[in-house]
């Protein structure tokens, strides 16, 4: 009853406002009296081979904002069909944004590479060479998209798994499965604060295998050093992760889900891993995707490109 009279009362102080001001929208004082989680979802590069789709998802409290690509490669399916998964979540804190297919033309091809090249190669395009690709307006947009976050992922597939030490050829150091992938693990800005994506990503990690029983599978972090003079991985420096903390400042990390499992496990191995960076960050939901590749794999079968929360 007291919801009531207090939304009769919004609705009765409005009209008054409009009678007595009429030149003042009346949603705006009711966007002010009244808030709550809002979803929106927006078209760019509508009806051409780069069209993207993202989706925004505000909480009804403030809280930290968390941003997920997918498909910046095309052949990584379980990348893009993960970041999807999450587009229904409803979230109580802070905000989601969603990019889930960011590189549209890679993806119909199913290639790694789009209509410019590897594009998460191109965060450091010269100003006097980078009008001449393609794929510029995406990585800009991808820019801007980065601007409104505080923490960054971007989700990967990759064959074999990493280890920090050589195991076997399909376990070592040169190997990206199964890890949370970092620039470095400390990055100290112009005024001495400091930003730690090594400590988000072993958390994050940490969360991860909780949910995994199969320690085969089990995510390591892979610090690839990419400022470094002997870094094995200097190509990293056009990479989207290494733009986000180095010229944003934000904590980013990209999740590579191996390649040696099904696509279903791959999948849950990832949505693992994005719930588990949604939890350490502090964003809040009550529907988080399933986290059950057999649950994932039936959804496939039925033909379900995006599966069910």
Excluded at 12 to 32: D, G, K, Q, R, Y
Excluded at 33 to 51: C, D, E, G, L, M
Excluded at 137 to 150: E, F, G, P, T
Excluded at 225 to 232: A, N
Aim: glycine share 6%; net charge positive.
């Amino acid at each position: 009853m007291a919801n009531h009279r207090r939304i009769k009362n919004i609705v009765l102080f409005c009209v008054f406002t409009v009678f007595l001001f009429p030149s003042i929208p009346p949603l705006l004082f009711a966007e002010e009296a009244v808030s709550a989680p809002a979803y929106q979802q927006k078209i760019y590069f509508p009806k051409t081979r780069q069209q993207l789709t993202v989706h925004f998802i505000s909480g009804l409290e403030k809280g930290p904002t968390l941003l997920v690509f997918g498909g910046i490669h095309g052949d990584e399916r379980a990348g893009y069909l993960t970041a999807g998964r999450f587009t229904h979540v409803k979230i109580k804190n802070g905000s989601l944004i969603l990019a889930p297919r960011l590189n549209a033309a890679a993806i119909k091809k199913g290639t790694r590479q789009g209509l410019g090249g590897d594009m998460n190669r191109l965060f450091d395009l010269p100003e006097k060479t980078r009008h001449r690709n393609p794929d510029t307006k995406v990585v800009d947009l991808s820019k801007s998209l980065i601007q409104r976050a505080d923490y960054v992922i971007n989700l990967h597939q990759a064959y074999d798994f990493y280890a920090d030490r050589w195991i076997s050829r399909q376990r070592n150091p040169s190997k990206w499965g199964q890890s949370n992938v970092i620039d470095t693990p400390t990055y100290t800005l112009r005024n001495g604060d400091k930003l730690e994506p090594g400590r988000f990503a072993q958390k994050v990690a940490r969360r991860s295998n909780d949910r995994i029983k199969n320690r085969d599978y089990q995510f390591l972090v892979n610090n690839t050093e990419t400022s470094g003079q002997k870094s094995r991985h200097m190509e990293q420096r056009g990479s989207l992760t290494y733009y986000a903390l180095t010229k944003q400042h934000k904590i980013a990390l990209a999740i590579e889900a191996t390649k040696n499992c099904s696509l279903p496990e791959a999948i849950a191995f990832l949505t693992i891993a994005v719930n588990a960076a949604l939890e350490e960050a502090g964003i809040q939901s009550d529907n988080l995707p399933s986290e059950d590749f057999l649950m994932i794999s039936r959804e496939i079968k039925e033909g379900n490109s995006k599966p069910k929360i």
